[in-house]
């Protein structure tokens, strides 16, 4: 049993190990940076603009996967092959997200773009 001074140094050295953390984290992008951040957004309504075919198990078909992973700045270190949703978790991440904040919509034969986004595009 450690006694209140143990306390007192744990306590210091997360304040110390969190504070060295919040140093890491960079500030929003901005100019060109800011340009290139939706870029994956971009790309992926670029090759995929009305609709994205899903297996019979609901995940993205391999072409999509190969397709979508070149936009994703996660996957430029990847060091695997880059065959299928599941075993890609940038692109599933990626897919998840865009479903998130309401970009695709999951249907019977796919993911379809949104209705608002697709006018957007037009």
Not at 36 to 42: I, L, Q, V, Y
Not at 54 to 71: E, F, H, K, W
Not at 72 to 83: G, K, Q, S
Not at 103 to 117: D, I, M, N, W
Request: hydrophobic share 40%; net charge negative.
């Amino acid at each position: 049993m450690t006694g209140r001074g143990g306390g007192i140094e744990a306590r210091d050295d997360i304040v110390r190990r969190s504070l060295g953390l919040a140093q890491l984290i960079e500030p929003s992008p901005t100019g060109e940076a800011l340009d290139e951040a939706p870029a994956s957004h971009r790309g992926f309504l670029d090759a995929w603009a009305d609709s994205v075919p899903l297996t019979q198990a609901g995940n993205l078909r391999s072409v999509a996967v190969r397709t979508i992973a070149p936009n994703l700045p996660t996957m430029r270190d990847w060091i695997f092959a880059i065959e299928r949703d599941p075993h890609e978790q940038p692109v599933l991440d990626f897919r998840e997200h865009l479903t998130n904040v309401r970009l695709l919509r999951e249907a019977k034969s796919g993911l379809t773009v949104t209705f608002k986004q697709h006018s957007s595009l037009a």
